[in-house]
Each structure stands twice: as structure tokens, then as C-alpha cells.
């Protein structure tokens, strides 16, 4: 098992260096006026000139992108073009929120997908499974916009229950010191203790949380209602239940772990994707993450950040690709 | 275990829900105005540099030597009291106020306008070329610092700028642009607020300065909340529910929809920026004159600011926009004219069959592809073939300044606005020749243009009302010629609730409102 993570992280690096490459070249041969977007649109000549030189625009090609590869190995991803703030800096607070907005998605999503795909694969054919089934392919198939409005009108608009938006209530963040370890403010609350800034938080996650939730739980049902209904059908199933284990045993404990499999790698696969496709639930919540900041970010071309994004896009790709191939290689059958 | 487990963490959970929910630990006493930003609150705190949004809260924590009035047209004293200048126009000399402390409690003081100033031009970014004539800041003593120009300049104009004209305490001098946007708050004004925290690129909140050198009211807001809410509908339900109290920019059903609110005041406001056509003035057929006149004439405006624009826009009179010196009311402007337009066709000779213009456009506003389908539609009855072509700002501006005329388009759309009260803006950039193309995009080359141009910019700090006619005479003739057009004057929506006094918007500060004068009923 050791050798297999190291291999997968080792080739996990040349992805990464392929991207880096890739993305460094295309953003610099697509037509862009990098000294305008640092000294400014309507920038003197002399105020130009300044740029570049402090850009390093002035050298080659090629020794911009050896001095690209020194920088990124101690840590340094360089500046946004736009907002001259370092990019490590902006992606510490974008990326954190975006992160935990997806974790709590997903988690509702297994608790409430796992649950739905198993009900649904136990009572095949009966009404609770059509129900289920139809519950999927709507999750799956509504526009996440749409349901985050809808939520939003009916729960913060109409009904006054859960906040309209943001991480935490502006009284919160007044009163409270709010903690900071990893940047994500639910884990950091429960680190730090601070209760009261958990309930608002945790209150300001659920709409949010629960629409980037949507397209993994019909994921999750579906995947694991499929895998199930294969595994039901075999052979030892039925020797578990003659030997007169209880159903229940046999369905949680047996028949679920063999159908993880899959559903563990599609899960890792849709989570990776996500990080980088939470635009549209951001926006209408107004969270403070990675979503906007990616797509101001390419709309203006701004290619340090561009590059930051690739960067920390790849990287969780490959650990979270090595999470999924851990999870299948746990299953015995499968021989590394 | 596990489940043991899980089962404790949710009803922890569950439990500080509901101690959220009641908000137990309290509110703070004092009411807080929230406004709702449309977008970015800032790219950078840093009052040397910041270019955009960003005065949002800039205009609220720091301060400038002047301001422009926009009702009266004149600048005001603000931290300066009054100034004098030489009469060639190049030596200022401007008298501080000796009561205003910074928010570290040091005095503002000639030393702390010096550095400032300096630290500007010296970084050069953002708008720091307004200070380009400036050769040297001098301190004449603790209250009146000199700047000496190498031409006449009207440097009380400069100073009442949006951007690049703050004054910083010496210690923020100091700093580096990271100190500014640090998340607890750093800020080196004169304000009335100061930056209490941030959130990166999403939120800033603003907490009142008790020193500050005008009188507090009882109903000020000592608390202000400026957060980016990108959606329309997110912005108007704040409103609605009373959350927040002033935002921008909203779709047109949430417009109607807040229109019949009672709770909301919609107001329109007229800004600085317009929205400007170009014509190649230096390719077949846009460098035939009465050609370009044939296109002002079939340029639907009314119907664009009816349709397209909902009354975000309002007739353009000339380049320079109503409420600034220069504006002219008499100004020669096209209407929409079908008939008229015919007859330019006519006389210009082109022969429309061999015509494609290509319209350049910015992608990512829908109002410019839309009137440029519109206007697609009228040029068609006249035989006219029009292509839209959308680029990125990128593609978009380094397609007009391609080296070769032949290889630019034909007609290019951009919005404009001036960076300080100065019509000078739209002249230098966009009507004096230049060698390779800038921001000139109609490729104008009339050497009377640009002397008179150049004398207007000398007259400005010593005779206004020259410099003024100066800028009427160009203005009329750029006009005449449809070298270039403006099609609308942008109006902003704002919404304010009516729980609030004193909400004003001065087109001279782009979107920023001064929460100073704002008062809670």
C-alpha cells in the first residue's frame, strides 16, 4: 500500500508540472495587455514601462517561466494582476469557504443519498423507489441557480428562518473574534470552542450547503441503488440470509461495503469538480469563495491567478483521485 | 463507536442551532447601515492605488485637499481651506486645516499632504498620471504646501479627484500596499470611519472615528457594512426585508418590484459616463464624412434607452456629460432620422453593396450586443450589411490599436468617464492625434484640434471660460464631422431605503456615497 501512494503521489507531481506548463504558456500566447492591467488602463507610457520591468515581462519567455517554477517552489504563486494582492493570500481565503461549502454538501449529500439509494434498492419496484428515483433525477437535473433562489425566497424572503446569505450574520462578526486556523469557520469553531459563532455559522451553511448538495445526492442514490441491486442478487447474499442474519446486518454490513466502490470514486471525481464550479450557489448566497474569484479571474485574464487556480485545482484532483483509489483497494478483491 | 459518534457531533450541532438562532449573546446597540455592493467592495485599500470600486470605502475613510461640487460646478475647500496660485498657473499654494487629526492621532499637516502625494506618483499605479504635471511637492510651511507645475495646471481640480488624491498619515505613507488590505483593518485616513476588518474581496466594515473634525450627529450610523451581494434579486430582498439599506444596479423586474415597495426609495442617477461609437476615420467607407453621418442618423437612441436600457441611459448632448463645465446644451447631437439618413447615404456616394462594417464590441455586456442588433436592423433598411463582432477587453482593445488601419474594425463601442471634474479627459484621450493609437480609437488627426486642445488644458487653472469655449468649439466639431458619437449617458439605478436621510450621489465619486451625511430616521 505504501509503494502505490508514493507511486500515485510521485505521478500525481507530473500531472501537476504538465499543468503548471500547459497553463503557463496558453495564458501568455493569448492576446493580453498585462502592463495595462497592472499600471492601469489609461497608464503613461513611462507608468507602462515600470510595469513590465517589475513583472519581469522584459525578459524571455523561457526564463519567465524557469523563475515561474523557483517561485511556485517556495511557496510563492506571485500577485494578481488585478487586485495586486498575493495570490496565496487571496486563495487562503477563497479557497477554505469554498472548500467547507462543499464538504457539508457533500456530507448531506451521503447522508441523505446513501440512505435514499439503499430504501430504494431494498424496496425495488415499489412506490418508495419510484419516489426515490424521481427525487434523484430531479436533483440531478434541476438548474442549481434556480433552486438556490427558490430556497432563498421561501426560507429567508418568506418564512424569515435562515439567513440570506453570507457565512455569518454581520451582529456575529461584530460581537465574536472569529477564529481562524484552517479557514474553514465551522471546524474552526468547534477547535476554538466558540458556540455561539457555530450556530450562526452552521445556520448561514444549510441553504448554501444544501444546493451544492442536490447534484451529488441524486448521484449518490442512483450510484449506490445500482451497485445494491447488483450485489443483492448474488449468491452470498442469499447464503447471508439463510444462515439467518438479519436483514439489516446484511444490507449495511455487507452488501454496502462491495457497493462503496464506485459510488466512493464518483463522489471524489464530483467533489473535485465542484471545488471549482460552486459560481453560481456563491453568487446567489453571496459565499465569499473561489467561485467569483475563478471567474473574474479568466474573464479578465488575470494569468497569475489563472495559474494559482490551475494549480490548487490539480493538486486536490490528484489527492482527492488518490482517496478514491484507497478506498477501492480496501475492497480485498482488488489487488494493487 | 462510530455511529456514537456521528450522533454526538450532529446533536452538538443541532444544539448550537438553536443557540444561533436566538442570537443569545445579544446585538450590538448601535444601528448599522449595510450596503449592498454589486460587486467587489475593492481590489485594493490602498488609497495611492486603488482605480475602482474600491472608493466605496475609500471616500469614507480618507480624505482630499478639495471637492468637486457637481450641483455648483466649483471645487470646495475640504481638508484644505483655501489656495492661491501664480498667474501663469503653475505655482499653488494651498492652506490647511489645523484641526484634522489622522486616525493614528497624528495632525494632518503639509509634511503628511507631501508624502502622500509623493508616494503616489512615486508608486505609479492607478490613476496617478493626473499628477504628471507636478515637478515638486514643497512644505512652506506646517499648514501650506506648494506644487510647482511645468505648466499651467489646475491642481485644485486634481486634488478634488476620486482616485490618487487621498491624504494618508506619514505613518501609512510608510507602508506597503499589503498593509492596507490586511483583514484586521488597517487604514491610515482622516475620515469619519475607519476599517474595522475585512473579508478579501467580499466585505468591509466601517466603525466611526470619534476624532473627527466635523460634528457627529445622535442618528449617525457609527457602523457601516459594505458586502458584495452579486445578484439582483440577493440585493433587492435585503432591501425588502430591511436588512440593508442602500444598493445598485438591479434588473428590471426587481426595479418594478421595489418601485411598488414602500419601504424603498428607486432613485435614478445621472453619472459622468458615457457610452461612445467610433468610426475609422481612417478605412473605407467610415472615412467618408457624410457616410458617418448616415450611421449617426440611423442610430435608434431613443428606442435604446427605451428598450434596451429600460432608463438606465438618458440622451447624450455632446461628449462631455451634463452636470460637468464643458458640457455644451447646444452641442450639434443626431436623432434618429431615417429619412435624413438616406439622404447622407445618398450624398456620400459609397456604393452599399460593396459594404461590411465590422462593429467591434466588448463581450460580457448585454446592453451593447443588444442596441448593436437593434441598430443592425435599421442599417439593413438602408442596404447597409453590419457584422458584431464580441471580443474579451483584451482582444477587443488590442484589435483597435492593430498597426495597420485596413486591419482594425470599423466601428468600436467603449464607455468613458473622466478621472477628476475635467473635461480634458475626453479631449486628450480620445480627440488628440496620436502616434499609435491609445485610447484616440476614431484615429482623429486635425492639427487645429490638437492645438486648441493643448491651449485649453494651459487655460484651465487661469481662465476657465476660455478654456471652456475652447473645449465647446472641438467638442462641436468632432461632432459635426461624426467622427464620433456618443449614444447615451449611463444613469445608474440606486435603491435607499426610506429609514435613511441624507443619501447623495455625486456623480464626481463614482459609486460611492458619503455615509458621513447619512442619518437613520
Not at chain 2, 57 to 85: F, I, K, M
Not at chain 2, 167 to 195: K, L, R
Not at chain 2, 370 to 384: H, M, R, S
Request: charged share 20%.
Amino acid at each position: 500500500m505504501g509503494k502505490y501512494i508514493i507511486k500515485r503521489l510521485l505521478n500525481g507531481l507530473i500531472v501537476l508540472l504538465g499543468v503548471v506548463t500547459i497553463t503557463f504558456f496558453i495564458t501568455r500566447v493569448v492576446p493580453s495587455d498585462v502592463a495595462g492591467k497592472w499600471a492601469g488602463e489609461r497608464a503613461t507610457e513611462e507608468q507602462r514601462q515600470q510595469a513590465i520591468a517589475e513583472l519581469g515581462l522584459d525578459k524571455p519567455l523561457a526564463t519567465q517561466y524557469v523563475n515561474y517554477l523557483k517561485d511556485l517552489l517556495s511557496g510563492d504563486l506571485g500577485r494578481s494582476l488585478r487586485t495586486k494582492e498575493l495570490i496565496t493570500k487571496e486563495l487562503a481565503s477563497y479557497f477554505p469557504a469554498t472548500m467547507e461549502l462543499v464538504l457539508v454538501g457533500f456530507l448531506f449529500a451521503l447522508f441523505v443519498g446513501i440512505p435514499m439509494g439503499i430504501y430504494s434498492a431494498k424496496k425495488n419496484g415499489k412506490m418508495l423507489d419510484h419516489a426515490t428515483r424521481f427525487f434523484s433525477i430531479g436533483a440531478v437535473s434541476l438548474p442549481t441557480f434556480w433552486v438556490a433562489m427558490v430556497f432563498q425566497l421561501v426560507f429567508y424572503r418568506i418564512l424569515n428562518w435562515l439567513p440570506l446569505g453570507g457565512r455569518m450574520s454581520i451582529n456575529a462578526s461584530l460581537l465574536y473574534e472569529i477564529p481562524n486556523v484552517t479557514g474553514m469557520l465551522i471546524i474552526d469553531c468547534i477547535l476554538t470552542g466558540s458556540w455561539e459563532l457555530l450556530g450562526d455559522a452552521f445556520v448561514h451553511i444549510i441553504m448554501p450547503g444544501f444546493t451544492i448538495a442536490l447534484y451529488p445526492i441524486g448521484l449518490v442514490a442512483r450510484m449506490t441503488r445500482s451497485a445494491l441491486l447488483e450485489i443483492l442478487n448474488e449468491d452470498y447474499i442469499t447464503a447471508s440470509k439463510s444462515y439467518g442474519i438479519r436483514e439489516g446486518k446484511v444490507l449495511w454490513r455487507y452488501a454496502l461495503k462491495n457497493s462503496l466502490g464506485a459510488t466512493a470514486t464518483v463522489v471524489a471525481l464530483s467533489m473535485g469538480y465542484s471545488l471549482t464550479n460552486t459560481f453560481l450557489t456563491e453568487t446567489i448566497f453571496s459565499w465569499p469563495g473561489l467561485g467569483s474569484y475563478v471567474s473574474k479571474s479568466v474573464t479578465t485574464l488575470d494569468y497569475p491567478a489563472i495559474m494559482g487556480i490551475a494549480i490548487i485545482s490539480a493538486i486536490f484532483y490528484v489527492i482527492l483521485n488518490l482517496i478514491a483509489d484507497i478506498i477501492i483497494a480496501l475492497d480485498p478483491r482488488i489487488r494493487l | 463507536m462510530k455511529k456514537s459518534l456521528v450522533l454526538m457531533l450532529t446533536i452538538l450541532l443541532a444544539a448550537s442551532l438553536f443557540a444561533g438562532c436566538g442570537q443569545g449573546g445579544g446585538t450590538t446597540s448601535d444601528a448599522i447601515l449595510y450596503y449592498a455592493c454589486g460587486s467587489e467592495p475593492y481590489l485594493t485599500l490602498d488609497p495611492s492605488v486603488e482605480n475602482s470600486n474600491g472608493v466605496c470605502v475609500l471616500q469614507n475613510v480618507y480624505e482630499t485637499l478639495t471637492r468637486y461640487n457637481d450641483q455648483t460646478g466649483e471645487v470646495e475647500p475640504c481638508l484644505a481651506t483655501s489656495w492661491t496660485h501664480s498667474d501663469d498657473g503653475t505655482v499653488w499654494d494651498f492652506t490647511l486645516r489645523e484641526d484634522v487629526t489622522f486616525h493614528d492621532g497624528t495632525k494632518m499637516n503639509a509634511n503628511a499632504v507631501k508624502k502622500s502625494i509623493e508616494r503616489t506618483i512615486g508608486l505609479g499605479k492607478g490613476a496617478a498620471y493626473i499628477w504628471a504635471n507636478v515637478e515638486t511637492i514643497e512644505v512652506v510651511s506646517d499648514y501650506v504646501v506648494r506644487f510647482t507645475c511645468s505648466a499651467s495646471t489646475s491642481v485644485d481640480l486634481i486634488t478634488s479627484a476620486a482616485y490618487a488624491a487621498y491624504i494618508m498619515s506619514e505613518s501609512a505613507c510608510d507602508q506597503e500596499s499589503d498593509w492596507f488590505n490586511n483583514e484586521e483593518g488597517n487604514d491610515g485616513g482622516s475620515g469619519p470611519y475607519t476599517v474595522k476588518s475585512l473579508v478579501t474581496g467580499d466585505q468591509v466594515i466601517l466603525s466611526a472615528y470619534d476624532g473627527y473634525w466635523q460634528e457627529w450627529k445622535e442618528s449617525s450610523y457609527k457602523t457601516v457594512v459594505i458586502k458584495k451581494h452579486v445578484e439582483s434579486s440577493t440585493r433587492r430582498q435585503l432591501l425588502e426585508t430591511g436588512d440593508a439599506q442602500i444598493a445598485y444596479n438591479f434588473s428590471t423586474t426587481d426595479i418594478s418590484a421595489l418601485k411598488a415597495n414602500e419601504k424603498v426609495d428607486v432613485k435614478y442617477v445621472n453619472t459622468y459616463n458615457n457610452i461612445l461609437l467610433f468610426f475609422n476615420t481612417e478605412k473605407e467607407p467610415c472615412n467618408n464624412e457624410e457616410f458617418r453621418k448616415a450611421l449617426a442618423y440611423s442610430f435608434p437612441y431613443q428606442e435604446v434607452i427605451d428598450g434596451v436600457l429600460e432608463n438606465r441611459g438618458q440622451l447624450s448632448r455632446g461628449l462631455v456629460t451634463p452636470g460637468l463645465w464643458g458640457h455644451d446644451e447646444n452641442c450639434t447631437q443626431y436623432e434618429f432620422n431615417m429619412d435624413k439618413a438616406r439622404e447622407c447615404l445618398a450624398n456620400s456616394g459609397v456604393d452599399v453593396s460593396a459594404v461590411n462594417l465590422e462593429f467591434a464590441i466588448q463581450s460580457g455586456y448585454t446592453e451593447y450586443k443588444d442596441f448593436a442588433q437593434l441598430w443592425q436592423t435599421y442599417l439593413k433598411e438602408l442596404g447597409i450589411n453590419m457584422e458584431i463582432r464580441e471580443r474579451g477587453w483584451d482582444a477587443h482593445i488590442e484589435h483597435a490599436r492593430a498597426t495597420r488601419p485596413e486591419d482594425r474594425q470599423d466601428i468600436f463601442v467603449m464607455i468613458w468617464w473622466p478621472d477628476y471634474a475635467d473635461p480634458s479627459s475626453w479631449f486628450q484621450s480620445m480627440v488628440h492625434s496620436e502616434e499609435s493609437p491609445a485610447f484616440n480609437l476614431s484615429y482623429i488627426k486635425n492639427a487645429e484640434w490638437d492645438a486648441k486642445i493643448e491651449e485649453a488644458m494651459q487655460l484651465t487653472a487661469t481662465d476657465r471660460a476660455s478654456a471652456e469655449a475652447l473645449y465647446k468649439e472641438v467638442q462641436m466639431g468632432v461632432l459635426d464631422g461624426a467622427h464620433m458619437i456618443p449614444v447615451y449617458d449611463q444613469v445608474i439605478t440606486y435603491a435607499v431605503s426610506t429609514e435613511i436621510d441624507g443619501f447623495y450621489y455625486n456623480p464626481a465619486y463614482p459609486n460611492s456615497t458619503l455615509y458621513f451625511n447619512i442619518t437613520h430616521k
